[in-house]
């Protein structure tokens, strides 16, 4: 078949050249209306573009202006751009042709951001981000106008990681707000941003944002590596560049930490982390994180370090209890009934007499519900939210129990892992808490408890061999860093910890001075002063 | 050689939890009666000797396996048989470990679960966690280093608090003479556990800081000495003598004992999880050091392929190595000692380090 192997051929020679010329960039035209004809053509006159032509120079240039409606601030683009140019009145000296731009930009505009543009691909990045076209007939240049606005959220405060004291604003979608709260928290001109566009369809703006110096130069390469080598069709949020750059998309456990909170994303640069900024996601990303990262709240650095250590340790065995209670009830209940206290089994057992299923299935029946009242909680529109909790109660309640579907024992323990559930801080860690529990209860009505001691050692040879971004994921506790440990499991007062995370911050260290530690106030030098004045009698 | 490096301190954790793994559930040196916990520490103090002979043999190749090292003490042939042997001697402990490890749990608490199964799900944890290599397995340790801290801290409270022991169980006082202790020592508690520590002849040179190494190992010797023979004398105090010679699992009987506010008791979970998790470093570390020696005596590069068939081998070896319980244990009392521990853990090692040094000498004068 020569024909269709010449075809074969002849169709891959065509193509060749067209994908090239995707790359190559079209200059525009000299000429006022071919470039707006073009430009009509290319938008394919979507109702939204707007397109508006004014004679300028006192009436002897013919120009436009376009941009895209709704994501342009409209007052900028009436004031500073359409007002001075049909103001304008004939220059004094003559203007060549092919400077009136220049001239226009130098002389007219009264806006600060303005590039000029050669080619097509530039003018149409730059209109769709929300830039102000200019076109002037006779230049094969046009004006790109930075006119950047249109409705945005305002700052809130952060839905999803409440603290009780400190700051109350939220990230918002926008990359450019965002970055702006965390450099006013770091004043300091080492804070490193870095852009990139990612997404063939979307061409979103990521910035990654570091502190050069303090980050570890290795870490920030290799995120920069990652993030360039995504070819990606769209990117809509920061959890598609969660599962395309961290270590082990495999694992349920998440190496990458997200925040919503600006005064937290800011600790975590200063510690020494690259943070991520998706335009269009109010979540940023941090790397490295280490799995005792993800019981900390932002809390337990602004509250005192007794209590934050003690609330630390609470969460990390209430997250135990999520994970394993229903399945030590299980595993107790049909295998190791002597474990029990003879009192307790007396009464735990004339409570299952009545119950038709195994300890299992009961378990699963509850657990069940429990996730689906939780899902449709969230999913559920607002007005009709009390509707679930209502009928959650009376579900997981007192009639499932007097229908004879379930023991109460086992409705309190459902009850304790899902109150357990909501105190871990992060809700991809507790998600993944979720989805264990599930593995443990079959687990533990095979295995009994045997399968449970196996499971938690599994697990925790899991995390062990877990890396994130070259940081060993149970980092300080094992490898066990002493040096670190004031900010793990527990938190020691700030005088203690003058050293940032060493595994983390690959250089520079020491992060403030020594002497720290409060003294009881002025004490000392009053008992000089006392002792000067000869009066020794204060107690 | 793996590309990996532990820590001094992973070394600890590690040696530590190896010497307690299965003993700590045994009745150790009870050949001494009352005064066991003294035959523990005496085997302790001998343990440390055989450890500096190790030691001494690593210094004279630190970057090199044993495997490796014997070869050029002995010769390529001599060499190579002796580094298989010690292979086959690993996962022959391995299986040791397994199997009693299998029987343990079938008698206390899954009497109708089949033996194979109980192996079987061990020794698969055991492949993946080797299969991650030394660096996970250290670290593992490090966390189930603090479990089974908490563990003993929170059982030893329990049983002083429920006022279980009673101090008379352990007088008199060296009743048999200083020679039944040193005879339990030297027939019994030198090997097991401690000479056991030869396998860490395998792991370290992993160690980043050789300066550290003697340290850490002697102190994790000595700390599981002085935790075993605190283990053994609280056995003997609550239990006595005769309970705790007859009993299969003393500690076991002992936690069994427990009874505090009526809510308290029956721990046996502890048991099971200083069980399962000391049961799991030891093999572990057996297996390690059996795939390592394999890989680099056969120059396998990835062990990762070595892992599940050796991982087989121990299960099935775990399997057929007894009929029975009583036949796994009197081999254990009987033949191990005399055609495993003694040529393996003290003459082979000792033959290789005198060697070692007389080769070195031997370099120097030729040199000189």
């Known amino acids: ?539 | 050689m793996e590309k990996a490096k532990i820590n001094a301190g992973q070394l600890f954790v590690l040696i530590f939890l190896f010497e307690m793994g299965s003993a700590l559930l045994l009745s150790l040196g009870i050949e001494a009666k009352q005064d066991a916990w003294m035959a523990v520490m005496a085997g302790m103090f001998g343990s440390l000797l055989l450890f500096w002979m190790y030691y001494r043999l690593y210094l004279f190749y630190p970057d090199m396996l044993p495997t490796s090292y014997m070869q050029d003490i002995i010769g390529p042939f001599l060499g190579k048989i002796a580094a298989y042997l010690y292979i086959l001697v690993f996962m022959y402990n391995a299986a040791r470990v397994l199997r009693d490890f299998g029987e343990m749990l079938v008698i206390f608490a899954y009497n109708e679960t089949p033996l194979f199964i109980i192996n079987a799900l061990l020794l698969l944890l055991v492949v993946y966690i080797t299969h991650k290599g030394i660096e996970v397995i250290a670290r593992t340790g490090e966390i189930l280093f603090v479990v089974l801290y908490v563990l003993a801290v929170t059982g030893s409270i329990l049983i002083l608090v429920s006022g279980l022991i009673n101090l008379d169980h352990l007088k008199p006082v060296l009743e048999g003479g200083i020679g039944r202790i040193l005879k339990t020592a030297g027939t019994e508690t030198l090997y097991v556990p401690f000479g056991e520590a030869v396998v860490f002849f395998m792991i370290l040179p992993y160690v980043n800081r050789p300066d550290k190494i003697k340290p850490a190992a002697l102190s994790a010797l000595v700390l599981s000495g002085i935790n075993l023979s605190i283990t053994m004398a609280v056995n003997v105090a609550v239990l006595g003598v005769d309970l705790t010679e007859r009993s299969q699992f003393p500690l076991l009987n002992t936690i069994q004992a427990i009874q505090v506010a009526e809510f308290l008791e029956r721990l046996d979970v502890f048991f099971m999880i200083a069980l399962i998790v000391g049961g799991f470093i030891k093999i572990s570390i057996y297996f390690y050091a059996a795939v390592i020696g394999a890989s680099d005596l056969f120059r396998v590069k990835e062990i990762s392929r070595l892992v599940f068939p050796l991982g087989l081998v121990v299960l099935f070896l775990s399997m057929v190595i007894a009929s029975g319980y009583a036949e796994h244990i009197r081999e254990g009392l009987h033949f191990v000692p005399l055609y495993i521990h003694l040529p393996f853990h003290v003459i082979l090692p000792a033959l290789l380090l005198t060697g070692a040094a007389l080769k070195k000498r031997h370099s120097v004068n030729k040199r000189n």
Not at chain 1, 415 to 430: K, R
């Open chain 1, 1 to 539: 078949m020569p024909y269709r192997l010449r075809r074969l051929f002849k169709s891959k020679k065509q193509q060749a050249p067209s994908s090239a010329d995707q790359k190559e960039k079209t200059p525009l035209g000299t000429s006022l209306k071919d470039n707006l004809k073009e430009f009509k053509k290319r938008t394919g006159n979507s109702s939204d573009v707007v397109i508006r032509t004014l004679t300028t120079g006192g009436m002897q240039w013919e120009a436009a202006i376009v941009y895209i409606d709704g994501i342009v601030d409209n007052t900028s683009i009436d004031e500073f751009l359409l007002e001075p140019l049909l103001q304008l009145e004939v220059p004094t000296t003559p203007v060549l042709q092919q400077d009136i731009p220049d001239y226009i930009s130098e002389q007219v505009i009264a806006l600060g951001g303005i590039e000029s543009v050669l080619d097509w691909e530039t003018l149409f990045e730059a209109v769709t981000i929300g830039r102000t076209i200019l076109f002037i007939d006779g230049a094969a240049k046009a004006l790109s106008t930075s006119t950047i606005g249109g409705e945005r959220r305002a700052v809130e405060e952060p839905p999803t990681e409440i603290s009780i004291r400190g700051p109350r604003e939220g990230f918002t979608e926008s990359i450019r707000t965002n970055t702006a709260m965390v450099r006013r928290r770091i004043k300091n001109p080492n804070l490193r941003v870095k852009t990139m566009k990612i997404g063939r369809q979307t061409k979103t703006n990521v910035e990654i944002m570091y502190l050069e110096g303090i980050a570890d130069e290795k870490v920030v390469e290799e995120v920069r590596r990652r993030l360039k080598q995504m070819d990606m069709g769209s990117i809509l949020d920061s959890g598609y560049i969660e599962e395309l750059i961290e270590d082990q998309p495999s694992s349920p456990f998440p190496t990458i930490h997200f925040t919503e909170r600006p005064d937290s994303a800011a600790g975590n640069i200063l510690e020494g982390r690259v943070a991520v900024f998706v335009d269009g996601s109010p979540f940023i990303l941090h790397m490295p994180a280490v799995f005792i990262q993800f019981f900390q709240s932002v809390d337990d650095y602004y509250s005192r370090s007794y209590i934050a250590s003690s609330l630390r340790m609470l969460r990390i065995m209430v997250f135990l209890i999520s994970l394993y209670a229903p399945a030590t009830y299980v595993a107790a209940t049909t295998f190791h009934q002597e474990m029990i206290p003879t009192q307790l089994l007396i009464v735990l057992s004339a409570q299952r007499e009545a119950v038709p299923f195994p300890a299992l299935i009961e378990a699963f029946i509850m657990e069940m519900t429990f996730e689906v009242l939780r899902e449709a909680g969230i999913r559920m529109p607002k007005a009709v939210g009390q509707t679930v909790s209502i009928v959650g109660a009376l579900v997981i309640g007192q009639a499932a129990v007097q229908a004879g579907i379930v023991s109460p024992a086992m409705v309190i323990i459902v009850a304790i892992t899902a109150i357990a559930s909501f105190t871990t801080p992060s809700y991809s860690m507790a998600i993944a808490a979720r989805l264990i529990r599930f593995f443990l209860m079959v687990i533990a009505a095979t295995f009994g408890f045997y399968g449970l001691i196996l499971s938690f050692i599994m697990m925790t040879a899991h995390l062990c061999s877990l890396r994130s971004f070259g940081v060993p994921y149970m980092a300080p506790l094992a490898p066990f860093v002493p040096a670190d440990f004031h900010d793990s499991i527990i938190r020691l007062p700030w005088w203690k910890a003058k050293e940032r995370p060493r595994l983390i911050s690959g250089q520079n260290n020491v992060r403030q001075g020594d002497d720290l530690k409060p003294e009881a106030p002025g004490t000392q030098s009053i008992r000089k002063q006392r002792k000067n004045t000869g009066d020794l009698n204060e107690d």
